[in-house]
């Protein structure tokens, strides 16, 4: 019985305590990355449409399906030890340094060039958040052969200087506010730089680039752009949300902290109470074994306890009934 409570107990400490924590890490995510990765695999599947007459070294636009209109992309196809001594100087907006290592090794590559344009919040929602610019994706695939079969991304680093991604005209933003670079990796993960010369971002690895502002260094009016708000709305825990922001993760965290310590708390107390109950219980329990020996005490309840009660006359029949043998 007691083992059990302390199992119990140990198990809503955990809850209690480490479940923020856990919050908090996943709140760093792309809430859904199953709809871009679907979309990167659609993207793919059509930009490798695009080569008609597959020429190495040239940039070909694809044409995206109707239901996807408003986002371009491109496929470039390059020997693997081109790509490794001379880059690509200028793919979009993309300037690829010398020294792209692909793994696992592939003769030749395709890198599929997306921009998501009007569609870039909805497949890279960023709460509390609002882009400045599209949605770039730079992705490489298996050259070898061109089947638009799907096919699986490579990893690809750049082992001396980052790939630089030049966003070319930004919209403004709001003075004393700071923009930064967002990058989020195929899984989702997402990770905040600084903007370099104004409009340009750093990487050392694939993925999805763009450059986004905290929402509420913008008036409410002129912030169309802004992402719906991700997580259903039902908890108190969401609502400062609205404020927007990396803030607002923080005051999540806050909140499912202090209401952790609560709740911890009650259980404390809780334990307390109950352990009080145990001991007196125990001590009962004594008094009545002591008693076996000689008399028996007769238990009677007082409010939701069991205490020893005298009898006043033992041959009261009225009475008798109200006693607990
Ligand atoms: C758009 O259409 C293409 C081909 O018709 C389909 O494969 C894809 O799943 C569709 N995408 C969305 C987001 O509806
Ligand atoms: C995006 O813009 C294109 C025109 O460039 C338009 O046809 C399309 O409906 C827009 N999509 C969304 C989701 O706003
Ligand atoms: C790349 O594609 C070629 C041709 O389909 C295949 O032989 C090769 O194994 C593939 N390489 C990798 C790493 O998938
Ligand atoms: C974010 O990027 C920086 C620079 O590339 C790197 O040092 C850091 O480890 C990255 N963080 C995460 C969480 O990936």
Same mark, same amino acid.
């Given at each position: 019985?007691?083992?059990?409570?302390?199992?119990?107990?140990?198990?809503?400490?955990?809850?209690?305590?480490?479940?923020?924590?856990?919050?908090?890490?996943?709140?760093?995510?792309?809430?859904?990355?199953?709809?871009?990765?679907?979309?990167?695999?659609?993207?793919?599947?059509?930009?490798?449409?695009?080569?008609?007459?597959?020429?190495?070294?040239?940039?070909?636009?694809?044409?995206?399906?109707?239901?996807?209109?408003?986002?371009?992309?491109?496929?470039?196809?390059?020997?693997?030890?081109?790509?490794? =001594?001379?880059?690509?100087?200028?793919?979009?907006?993309?300037?690829?340094?010398?020294?792209?290592?692909?793994?696992?090794?592939?003769?030749?590559?395709?890198?599929?060039?997306?921009?998501?344009?009007?569609?870039?919040?909805?497949?890279?929602?960023?709460?509390?958040?609002?882009?400045?610019?599209?949605?770039?994706?730079?992705?490489?695939?298996?050259?070898?052969?061109?089947?638009?079969?799907?096919?699986?991304?490579?990893?690809?680093?750049?082992?001396?200087?980052?790939?630089?991604?030049?966003?070319?005209?930004?919209?403004?933003?709001?003075?004393?506010?700071?923009?930064?670079?967002?990058?989020?990796?195929?899984?989702?993960?997402?990770?905040?730089?600084?903007?370099?010369?104004?409009?340009?971002?750093?990487?050392?690895?694939?993925?999805?680039?763009?450059?986004?502002?905290?929402?509420?260094?913008?008036?409410?009016?002129?912030?169309?752009?802004?992402?719906?708000?991700?997580?259903?709305?039902?908890?108190?825990?969401?609502?400062?949300?609205?404020?927007?922001?990396?803030?607002?993760?923080?005051?999540?965290?806050?909140?499912?902290?202090?209401?952790?310590?609560?709740?911890?708390?009650?259980?404390?107390?809780?334990?307390?109470?109950?352990?009080?109950?145990?001991?007196?219980?125990?001590?009962?329990?004594?008094?009545?074994?002591?008693?076996?020996?000689?008399?028996?005490?007769?238990?009677?309840?007082?409010?939701?306890?069991?205490?020893?009660?005298?009898?006043? =006359?033992? =041959?009261?029949?009225?009475?008798?009934?109200?006693?607990?043998?």
């Amino acid at each position: 019985m007691e083992l059990q409570f302390q199992t119990v107990a140990i198990i809503i400490l955990f809850i209690t305590f480490l479940w923020p924590i856990v919050e908090s890490q996943t709140l760093r995510n792309i809430p859904e990355i199953k709809p871009a990765r679907v979309l990167d695999a659609v993207l793919q599947d059509y930009a490798f449409r695009a080569f008609v007459t597959p020429k190495t070294g040239v940039t070909f636009d694809g044409i995206v399906p109707k239901n996807l209109t408003g986002i371009q992309i491109s496929a470039l196809r390059l020997r693997s030890g081109s790509l490794f =001594t001379r880059g690509v100087p200028m793919y979009k907006e993309f300037r690829i340094p010398v020294g792209i290592i692909e793994q696992p090794y592939v003769e030749r590559l395709v890198l599929v060039y997306q921009n998501l344009g009007n569609q870039s919040a909805m497949y890279y929602p960023l709460p509390g958040y609002i882009y400045l610019a599209p949605v770039l994706g730079l992705l490489a695939y298996n050259g070898s052969e061109l089947s638009t079969k799907i096919q699986p991304e490579l990893e690809i680093e750049a082992s001396r200087e980052p790939i630089l991604i030049d966003f070319g005209s930004v919209r403004p933003a709001p003075d004393g506010s700071k923009p930064m670079c967002v990058w989020v990796d195929l899984q989702g993960q997402i990770n905040f730089t600084n903007v370099v010369s104004g409009n340009r971002c750093l990487s050392f690895k694939q993925g999805h680039f763009a450059i986004a502002v905290k929402a509420n260094s913008i008036p409410p009016s002129s912030a169309p752009l802004s992402p719906p708000l991700v997580p259903p709305a039902t908890s108190e825990a969401l609502k400062p949300d609205k404020n927007g922001g990396i803030d607002s993760s923080i005051w999540v965290f806050a909140i499912y902290a202090v209401s952790g310590c609560v709740l911890w708390c009650c259980w404390l107390a809780v334990l307390v109470l109950w352990i009080r109950l145990y001991k007196r219980r125990r001590k009962i329990h004594k008094m009545e074994q002591a008693a076996e020996g000689g008399e028996p005490l007769h238990m009677t309840m007082i409010g939701s306890m069991k205490a020893p009660a005298a009898m006043v =006359t033992r =041959t009261q029949p009225t009475l008798e009934t109200e006693y607990v043998p």
